[in-house]
Each structure stands twice: as C-alpha cells, then as structure tokens.
C-alpha cells in the first residue's frame, strides 16, 4: 500500500516541473500526468516523482492534521510505527 502525503506546490517551471513542499522537505516531481491545470498554491498527491492528482486545500489540510498528530505520537512514543501495519501480529 502507498500511502502519499498531500504536497502544496511552490513554484512551477516551463517544463511542467514543480517544486512541492511536502511537511517541510521539498522535492520537485513532474505534473504531467494531471489532466487538470495545477497552479501555485495547489496541493497535489505524489508518487515515485509523479503528481497523481489534486485535491482541494480542505482536504490537504485535514490530512496534514492527522498526520502530524500520528507522528506526534509515534515520537512520544504512544504509539509504535508497526501499529499501522496490517502485517504486523502482536505476539500473545
């Protein structure tokens, strides 16, 4: 399973190349399989270097949320980073 944190476009070049901020690392990732215009400011879903699709601020934002809240989790450690795994069997 892949799981894509939502990416908020930075700045986009003439080459369809955009620079995404995604939690604060940056990366650049092509929009070329997006058959919707995509501006700065948009929040777009990345995989392997690719944006996949857009998706609304709203949703971005809700999805931020739980994220940081997860990681602030797993680094007081009230959780375990192998909790979310459905391969994972807690021994008994």
Wanted: charged share 30%; proline share 2%.
């Amino acid at each position: 399973m892949c799981l894509s944190i939502p990416s908020k476009v930075i700045e986009i070049d003439e080459n369809n190349l955009a620079t995404v901020d995604t939690m604060g690392a940056k990366r650049q990732v092509t929009l070329d399989l997006i058959d919707e215009e995509v501006k700065v400011g948009d929040y777009v879903l990345i995989h392997v270097g690719f944006a996949m699709n857009k998706i609304s601020e709203k949703e971005a934002l809700e999805s931020l949320k739980i994220y940081e809240e997860i990681a602030e989790l797993m680094n007081n450690g009230e959780i375990d980073e192998s909790e979310g795994d459905v391969n994972y069997a807690k021994p008994t």
